[in-house]
């Protein structure tokens, strides 16, 4: 079992910033990506961002060039840097760990999701 607790959302303005943490605990050792995704009431979960354990990334077309993500494996933590944040960014953004225990088995588990409210 891995568990993930996220950190980092609130209130922030049009064009703000904020950064958002997660911080996995448990069996991590056989965890590889980790990963920022998004949901709206009513709408599908959709990716934000996602980092392999080896730092290779990938990005939602509607974040790229304002987001970032990173992640410090010694400390078992994703970090995703909001920029230029805007009204649709509005979402409960969701810490996903990915992981590999055997040949084609593997795992994924969620985090409680954390609010990030964009104003203008």
């Known amino acids: 079992q891995v568990q993930l607790v996220e950190s980092g959302g609130g209130l922030v303005q049009t064009g703000g910033s904020l950064r958002l943490s997660c911080v996995a605990s448990g069996s991590t050792h056989n965890m590889d990506a980790m990963g920022w995704y998004r949901q709206a009431p009513g709408n599908q979960r959709e990716l934000v961002a996602r980092i392999t354990s080896g730092g290779g990334t990938s990005y939602g077309e509607s974040v790229k060039g304002r987001f970032t993500i990173s992640r410090d494996n010694a400390k078992n933590t994703v970090y995703l840097q909001m920029n230029s944040l805007k009204l649709g960014d509005t979402n409960v953004y969701f810490c996903?760990?990915?992981?590999?225990?055997?040949?084609?088995?593997?795992?994924?588990?969620w985090g409680q999701g954390t609010q990030v409210t964009v104003s203008s």
């Open positions: 996903k760990a990915e992981g590999i225990i055997g040949p084609g088995i593997g795992y994924d588990y």
